[in-house]
């Protein structure tokens, strides 16, 4: 069986790298691409973000080609993948069995023997069947061969809760491959975050687990000329402050970026002043950037779906008491998803997860702001 398996490995490699294009013809096709988005406008889906960052590299290098489940002749399942099959063919989008560790390991194999392979999966909840793959062979090779083999490879798909489909599809990921030396883990909230970070992951010697949100798909975000242009790509291992304040810091990642955006709007009415600190990247961790905030607004907040214990919350704070305990006015407060597996039914599911009210809530309680409905909600 896996003799055959390598067989396929070898085959699907040869089949690559005899299908190499000009750099001329790869940029000209980049320059479409581009041009083809700047022409919708100024706001782009998150979707249509993460599809234009892969053609555009498919383009530039002809070493990439994508591989997963559904990618090529059903367009992804959901449709990040859209028209790559047409452009590129079979011998760069390859659709593969329901096999997790098969096509995980062919990914691998190929990026030991130079190509770069995007591997996608329907949901990160599925990658637990290659998760061996991943650790013990993408994440370690590099150093395990003393830097003679690189591994560039990314890994990507929706993380994290979605609706409606309960507690084998429904865990968030960050924390788990963010303990993992070897790795680099990032988690886009918005379309410039989507766009930037998945052309530098592609571009990436190193293995790269991209941690997308299906909610966030297809939502439409504003984006500048610059982040249209083919050359783009955002640092890998730097956050962003999405919105400065001065009374306290919320320090998050993904899909609820959007919910301390909405928060601080609310608490704003109320005279609070929040900086909310896109991480952006899991590992590498941008400590500087978030201890910086801290020592300005002297407290913090951290927010995320996950699971509260061993989370990157709990990092965070203890980065912050490590490096900036003294400038602390307050408890640090975490927001987690609940410690349980995720609910189906809807009323119980939306306990189960982070919701704007609570952000509202905590913020007022390390601003020693809390309502007399705050304190009920307590008791």
């Known amino acids: 069986m896996w003799g055959a398996v390598g067989r396929q490995a070898g085959e699907v490699g040869r089949s690559i790298l005899t299908s190499r294009r000009s750099n001329d013809n790869a940029a000209a096709m980049a320059w479409a691409a581009s041009k083809r988005l700047m022409s919708t406008g100024s706001e782009i889906t998150v979707r249509d973000a993460l599809n234009s960052a892969i053609e555009e590299e498919m383009s530039a290098d002809s070493k990439v080609f ?7 002749e059903y367009q992804g399942a959901y449709k990040v993948t859209k028209g790559l099959l047409q452009k590129f063919g079979p011998d760069r989008v390859l659709d593969t069995p329901i096999t997790e560790a098969g096509f995980t390991g062919i990914g691998v194999g190929a990026a030991f023997m130079g190509l770069k392979p995007i591997v996608e999966f329907m949901t990160f909840n599925f990658a637990m069947q290659a998760i061996d793959h991943i650790i013990n062979s993408a994440a370690k090779t590099n150093y395990m061969s003393g830097g003679k083999i690189s591994v560039p490879i990314v890994f990507r798909g929706p993380n994290g809760a979605a609706a409606g489909v309960a507690a084998q599809h429904s865990q968030c990921f960050a924390a788990w491959y963010g303990q993992c030396p070897g790795l680099k883990v990032l988690v886009p909230y918005s379309s410039e975050d989507a766009r930037g970070l998945l052309k530098a992951a592609i571009r990436d010697p190193d293995p790269v687990v991209f941690l997308e949100n299906e909610l966030l798909y297809g939502e439409t975000f504003p984006v500048s000329p610059q982040v249209l ?7 890998i291992g ?20 959007g919910y301390a955006l909405k928060a601080a709007d609310e608490l704003a009415k109320e005279g609070i002043s929040v900086e909310v600190v896109n991480l952006r990247s899991i590992r590498p961790l941008d400590r500087a950037t978030i201890n910086a905030s801290v020592r300005k607004t002297s407290r913090l907040l951290t927010l995320e779906e996950g699971w509260p214990q061993h989370g990157v919350g709990a990092e965070i704070c203890a980065s912050v008491v490590e490096e900036s305990f003294y400038y602390l006015d307050a408890p640090v407060e975490r927001i987690c998803g609940a410690d349980v597996p995720m609910p189906y039914a809807a009323n119980l599911e939306r306990l189960a997860v982070p919701q704007i009210e609570d952000v509202v809530r905590a913020v007022r309680r390390a601003c020693h702001r809390t309502s007399v409905e705050d304190r009920r909600e307590a008791a």
């Not at 994508?66 to 090529?72: K, T």
């Not at 242009?229 to 640092?235: G, R």
């Not at 730097?238 to 320090?251: C, F, H, L, P, V």
Request: hydrophobic letters at 40%; aromatic letters at 6%; zero cysteines.
């Open 66 to 72: 994508v591989i997963g489940e559904e990618v090529g």
């Open 229 to 235: 242009d083919p050359s783009f790509t955002l640092p």
């Open 238 to 257: 730097k956050a962003k402050i999405e919105r400065e304040g001065k009374d306290i810091t919320i320090a998050t990642f993904s899909k609820m970026v």
